[in-house]
């Protein structure tokens, strides 16, 4: 079963504090991994995204860690601010594209807050 | 360029009723995608489209149907509905090419069934 699983379930942080949010997969098959954040009451939106490739990736205060023999990815926010407060899911995805149609497997989410 | 766009925001369902949700992208994406999202469930994929006149089922497509007529229109009917229904259903789409797989989310539809 294709599944991916997601802790912690809720987080709070200070400001200027480290999220940390991490996602386990089981299908070796998967090869690229996004990060979504959702607002309240808004769709989700693309955050960062990895493949398997490279172990780490950083697009300013987001970085995600890759480890392929672990099947482990996580979500790291570095000097959290309360802007940050959202819901993140880790999602999965596997190619070809053509077959897959580019389907996600998400996981179950973590609702950040960060306090002032 | 409005992106995705889902219709209605909320609706009240009685059990046994049926409707249809709708979903427009303006992208020119080849593929479109239905979920459900529950608290504390994550997003699950009702059905996927990889293009007009095609779709397959996803995860959890029992008591649902689509219908896939133009690129830009993903409708998707819910017959007989059940208070199993209840949930925040979003539409997305993506480009479908080579290293495009970012997916784009409309705003969500919010249903209640009693």
């Known amino acids: 079963q294709q599944q991916v699983k997601q802790s912690p379930q809720s987080l709070i942080v200070q400001k200027g504090g480290i999220s940390i949010i991490n996602c386990a997969y089981e299908n070796t098959a998967f090869d690229y991994f996004p990060w979504y954040q959702q607002f309240p009451g808004k769709g989700p939106a693309l955050l960062i995204a990895?493949?398997?490739?490279?172990s780490e990736k950083k697009e300013g205060r987001f970085t995600i860690s890759f480890n392929k023999s672990a099947k482990q990815f996580s979500l790291h926010i570095m000097d959290s601010q309360p802007g940050d407060s959202a819901t993140y899911f880790c999602a999965a995805s596997m190619t070809p594209w053509e077959t897959s149609g580019s389907r996600l497997t998400f996981g179950e989410g973590t609702q950040l807050t960060v306090n002032p | 360029n409005a992106g995705v766009t889902q219709t209605p925001k909320f609706r009240i369902l009685k059990i046994g009723q049926s409707m249809t949700l709708q979903c427009a992208q303006d992208?020119?994406?080849?593929?479109m995608y239905w979920y459900r999202q529950d608290p504390g469930m994550g997003l699950k994929l009702i059905y996927y489209s990889v293009g007009a006149g095609i779709t397959d089922k996803g995860e959890v497509p029992n008591g649902y149907n689509v219908s896939r007529s133009t690129t830009e229109d993903f409708p998707l009917r819910l017959e007989l509905a059940a208070p199993s229904q209840t949930s925040v259903y979003f539409c997305?789409?993506?480009?479908?090419?080579?290293?495009?797989?970012?997916?784009?989310f409309g705003p969500g539809t919010r249903l209640t069934v009693t």
């Open positions: 997305a789409s993506s480009l479908g090419q080579r290293n495009s797989y970012e997916q784009y």
């Open positions: 992208m020119n994406h080849n593929y």
């Open positions: 990895i493949r398997p490739d490279v």
